[in-house]
């Protein structure tokens, strides 16, 4: 069974640092990245990174945060410097599996709230 496990969420104050980790297990993927959703918002790409570490980042992120995988443990990292409140959303860890056919998995989610 396919699970995606979030860990690293929390309280940050703005300007600070902080990074999420996602572990996959029961599978190989073909990409894997970060979503997040706001209070009243969609959800909406943060970053992707396919397994030869080919990034994309969504503007708002840009210059701010880093996404890294490390094949060997099927774990994603997103590294969130400078964060500001607009950055407090709920982020969902998600990965492409290509075979058979394509399927898309999400973690649980895990907060993160950007606040003196």
């Known amino acids: 069974q396919v699970q995606l496990v979030e860990s690293g969420g929390g309280l940050v104050q703005p300007g600070g640092s902080l990074r999420l980790s996602c572990a996959g297990s029961g599978s190989t993927f073909s990409a894997m990245g970060w979503y997040r959703q706001p209070p009243g918002k969609h959800r909406g790409l943060v970053a992707t990174i396919d397994s030869g570490g080919s990034p994309t980042y969504h503007d708002s992120v840009k210059g701010r945060f880093t996404i890294s995988i490390d094949n060997a443990k099927n774990t994603v990292y997103l590294q969130m410097n400078n964060v500001t409140p607009e950055d407090t959303a709920v982020y969902y860890c998600?990965?492409?599996?290509?075979?058979?056919?394509?399927?898309?998995?999400w973690g649980q989610g895990t907060q993160v709230t950007v606040s003196s």
């Open positions: 998600h990965a492409v599996r290509n075979f058979p056919r394509r399927f898309d998995y």
